[in-house]
Structures are given as C-alpha cells and as structure tokens.
C-alpha cells in the first residue's frame, strides 16, 4: 500500500486508539473488522494469550510475514500473576509493531473479563471502559460462572458500558474439558436474550470439550473439542451475526484446528503453548501440548530460559507446594518477569524464533494469510472509523426471563475458576 492509502487508514482507527497512542503508526484495529474479515474469508483469528512480551514479538513478526491479522488477548486473571497487564500491553505491541515498520494488521482484546458476583459488575463498568480508552479494541464478558440467567444480566449490564465499536465476546458454559458441553439450548437463550436488549456479539464461547492448560496424558487425559455440538450451537446462533470462539487450543494437532473454521469457529485462542515455548518445555510436535513424565514437566537445555533459570523458577513452584506438573507454574510469570526480560539476546532470540515458527504453523492452520491487507480494505471502503455492526433486534425480552432459563432450578456446584 502506498503511503498516502496507509495514512487514511491509520486516520480511521477507532477513536480511542488515536487517542490512547497519539503519533503511533500501528495497525491496531477493532475486533468488529476482523471478526468481519474473518467471516467473508472463512478465516480464524487467532488470539493469542500473551503472559510475557517476547511471545508478542515473535507472533507479530509471523503476521508480518504473512500478513496475517492477528490478536493479542488477556485475561483478567493473567493480568494478576504475569508482568503483562491492561496498561502496559498496548505499549509493548505498539513498540513491537514500529519494530517491524508497522502495517501489521491486529486487536486488543481483554480475554475472560469475569463477574462473578453484581461487586464484579459494578467493578466492571468502571475498570473495562479504562482499559479501552488506554487502546483495547475488545473485550469478552465472561460471567459462565452464574446461572444462565444471571449471566444473561450480567453480560447485559457490562455490554451495555462498552462502546458498541469495539469487539465483544460473550461467553455461556464454562470451558472444564472433555465430556462438559454447552447446549443448544442455552445457547440460543443467551445469545437471543442478548440481542432482546440490543447487545450483538462477535464471538460466543462455549463450553465443548477443551480446557484451559496442559492435558496430561498420563494420567488418560487428551483433547476432547466436540465439533458435531459446536457446529451446532454456530448454526443455531447464526441468524444473530455471532461465531464461535474456540478456547483452549493448545494441545489439539493442527490437523483438526484445520477443520475449525467449517463448523462455525471464526475465532482461535492459543495461550499455554507460548508460555511452553518461554520456558522451553518437550513439546509435542503435533499438538504443542507440553509433555509430562514422572509427574513432571520436561526441560529442554537447548528451548527457552537458560536451565539455571528454569531450576530456580522450580525450586520456587516447590516452595509454593505447586506440582510439577501444574498449570500454577503460570503463575511463576510475574515473580520471574524482569529476569526472563534481561536475559541474554541468545535466550530471547531462540524464544522468539520458536514461537514466530508456531505462528506461521497456526496461520497456515486458520486460512488467514492475506487478511491483514482485507481488513484494512474493508476500512478504507467503508472510510468511517465506526466499526459498530448494522444489526437488528428480532428478539423478544418476555422470551428470556428466569423462570424459563435452560438451566432454571439447578444448583451450582461451585465457583471455582475455569477462565485460564
């Protein structure tokens, strides 16, 4: 693209991106286009979880390549325990893209923003609309956790604080693993009961087969993503302008992630592999999925940290009575940040690398080269900055009231949480 076609675009970014990052050439952009792109070309995004900013690197130098849109996500509970947070990420990305001469076509999106109680909610309408206005062009309402028409409510009254410009996911059953698989039912009653109130999402993730992690095979546990419920859950909400957002992708062979975009999937999240890759975990080549034996995770001397590291970041999981097998080792992110950050170029270099070549893998696997140029096409034809969608309301509230809630008079077992 000549300079003066990018300068236009670059002029209708979303408002609150030419306010959060005055002067920035970047390519960030609202998920409405994307999902938008993703659509038209029977594309995936992929959403990649970032718990340590060299793993951004690595994945925009892989968009780059292939001119890929791409997405970098968070979600409430990593912004906790890594030393990536809701302020600091639009900057490193913004850094990374001018890096890369910009053009780079992505988004902003704030993963599993969970409520879980109306004291989450009301923190909510304060702390989401701050973070859009610092540059996040995105955001999921994760509030599974609730009966289904609590979380209707719940979803309703964060959605209804957000700008409709900006990207939303919504999200009903939570994401437990195999054999745990949202309905038909509740699907076509969270995502109508929406729109009754004029709240249309992108993306709906639900719960069909996945996990959040690493799936241990020794102790019998694999990938279980159920493509027959989630084709049917994306017909049924179609007639909504709403995809599915497949969560927890790591471990699952790329061969069938190829098959995700004919059932309705136009949307991809991937986290514990670039954390494998940080650390450098055995993988399996196939699936990513990092290897467990003796009830420990593998080590490679010549992947990720050097090995000094990796044993003081063990000798810390033990003192924290985590196994070393746990998905808590995320948590090892934060306390060990700066230390991974100083490291010598040969150990972010081989980080980087290792995860710029997942990227291409999983590009390849989404159908998404050449749509990075597509979405910005797509704004300049449409020459507004707006990106709020042209949908309608056809629902009606009397339809989606408590009493006639899939899930109505079932007790909730527990609220522990699935969110990552």
Not at 66 to 92: C, M, Q
Request: proline fraction near 4%.
């Amino acid at each position: 693209m000549n300079e003066k076609g990018y300068g236009r675009f670059l002029d209708l970014r979303p408002l609150n991106v030419t306010s959060a990052l005055p002067g920035s050439r970047c390519a960030l952009v609202s998920m409405r286009d994307i999902a938008a792109v993703a659509i038209e070309e029977n594309a995936i995004v992929m959403a990649a979880n970032i718990r340590n900013p060299l793993s951004a690197f690595g994945i925009f130098k892989a968009a780059r390549e292939v001119d890929s849109f791409v997405v970098l996500e968070l979600a409430k509970s990593e912004a906790t325990y890594t030393g990536v947070n809701f302020r600091n990420l639009p900057w490193f990305a913004m850094q990374y893209s001018s890096l890369l001469c910009d053009g780079l076509v992505y988004a902003l999106h704030m993963d599993h923003y969970a409520i879980k109680s109306s004291a989450d909610r009301d923190e909510s309408i304060v702390t989401v609309p701050d973070a859009i206005s610092m540059g996040w062009t995105s955001v999921a309402v994760d509030a599974s956790h609730n009966h289904d028409y609590e979380n209707l409510m719940f979803t309703r009254d964060l959605a209804m604080h957000i700008p409709p410009y900006i990207g939303l996911e919504v999200e009903v059953g939570e994401i437990k693993g195999a054999g745990v698989l949202t309905t038909v039912e509740e699907a076509e009653y969270f995502i109508g009961g929406l729109n009754s109130w004029g709240i249309f999402p992108d993306f709906l993730a639900i719960s069909n087969g996945s996990k959040h992690g690493t799936y241990d095979s020794s102790k019998g546990e694999g990938e279980g993503i159920d493509l027959t419920r989630t084709g049917d859950i994306a017909d049924a909400i179609s007639k909504y302008g709403c995809v599915i957002a497949q969560h927890g992708i790591s471990g699952t062979p790329l061969d069938k992630v190829k098959h995700f975009k004919d059932y309705g999937i136009n949307k991809g999240n991937v986290g514990t592999l670039w954390q494998n890759i940080l650390f450098g975990l055995e993988m399996d080549p196939v699936s990513g999925n990092a290897v467990i034996e003796g009830g420990s995770y593998v080590k490679r001397p010549d992947k990720g940290i050097p090995v000094d590291l990796w044993e003081e970041i063990v000798a810390w999981a033990d003192g924290m009575d985590y196994p070393r097998n746990s998905g808590n080792y995320k948590k090892a992110n934060l306390p060990f940040h700066y230390r991974i950050m100083g490291l010598p170029e040969k150990y972010r270099s081989r980080i980087i690398d290792e995860t710029e070549a997942w990227a291409l893998r999983f590009f390849e696997a989404f159908n998404s080269a050449g749509t990075g140029r597509k979405v910005v096409d797509r704004i300049l034809n449409r020459d507004d900055w707006n990106a709020t969608p042209q949908r309608s309301i056809t629902a009606r509230r009397a339809d989606y009231t408590p009493a006639n809630a899939p899930d109505c008079g079932e007790v909730i077992e527990s609220m522990e949480d699935f969110s990552d």
